[in-house]
């Protein structure tokens, strides 16, 4: 069991890595790139998805491709979270 949690932890990690990149093409957003590293280092993975749709979410523009909504709508899936995070970069994407 445990190493399920952990392949799943480093899964999940992993594709929260992959998404970094939004912190930079996402400009002006109130949640730092450095926030989501320390939240990701400190295994705090749920933390460290809503910085980076909040960073998506605040930015001054929105650039997220259709396949990007899509691995942060299947993270909460892997996560087993309910919110409304997918739902609002959808709707300020446009």
């Not at 892997?78 to 300020?92: G, N, P, T, W, Y």
Request: include cysteine; hydrophobic fraction near 40%.
């Amino acid at each position: 069991m445990a190493q399920n949690l952990k392949e799943h932890w480093a899964s999940v990690r992993s594709d929260l890595l992959d998404l970094r990149h939004l912190f930079a093409s996402n400009p002006g957003g109130n949640v730092s790139v450095d926030y989501f590293d320390k939240s990701l280092e400190a295994n705090e993975l749920e933390i460290a998805l809503h910085a980076l749709c909040d960073r998506v979410l605040t930015a001054s523009t929105t650039r997220i491709s259709d396949a990007e909504i899509e691995k942060v709508a299947l993270l909460h899936v892997q996560m087993e979270l309910a919110d409304e995070c997918v739902s609002s970069i959808r709707r300020k994407r446009g």
